[in-house]
């Protein structure tokens, strides 16, 4: 059974900083394309970032350059690492990784960025 579990998020002002982190369980990160989404208040969940299981990545032109997203296959984890945070990216984060054709998701974290 997949189960990915997302932690980190929280209150940060604009500027700041934030690692989100999603423990996976019933697969390995390094096997799978593994994804950050997010879901702003009366917004559509779009795509954040995704690594694949060949390591290379691709971001939301919202976020090139301030977000970056990395695996650690022993402790089974991927992180997203957010830098100059702006009010705009307060939205829930969710992980995904597909597998078997289904997309699996954890409960998601919610980041806030506001002063």
């Known amino acids: 059974q997949v189960q990915l579990v997302e932690s980190g998020g929280g209150l940060v002002q604009p500027g700041g900083s934030l690692r989100l982190s999603c423990l996976a369980s019933?697969?390995?990160?390094?096997?799978?394309?593994m994804g950050w989404y997010r879901q702003a208040p009366g917004k559509q969940r779009e795509m954040v970032a995704r690594?694949?299981?060949?390591?290379?990545?691709n971001y939301a032109d919202s976020v090139k350059g301030r977000f970056t997203i990395s695996r650690d296959g022993a402790k089974n984890t991927v992180f997203l690492q957010m830098n100059s945070l702006k009010p705009e990216d307060t939205a829930v984060y969710y992980c995904?990784?597909?597998?078997?054709?289904?997309?699996?998701w954890g409960q998601g974290t919610r980041v806030t960025v506001s002063s």
């Open positions: 995904n990784v597909a597998r078997a054709a289904t997309a699996y």
């Open positions: 690594i694949t299981n060949y390591g290379s990545t």
């Open positions: 019933g697969i390995s990160v390094n096997g799978y394309a």
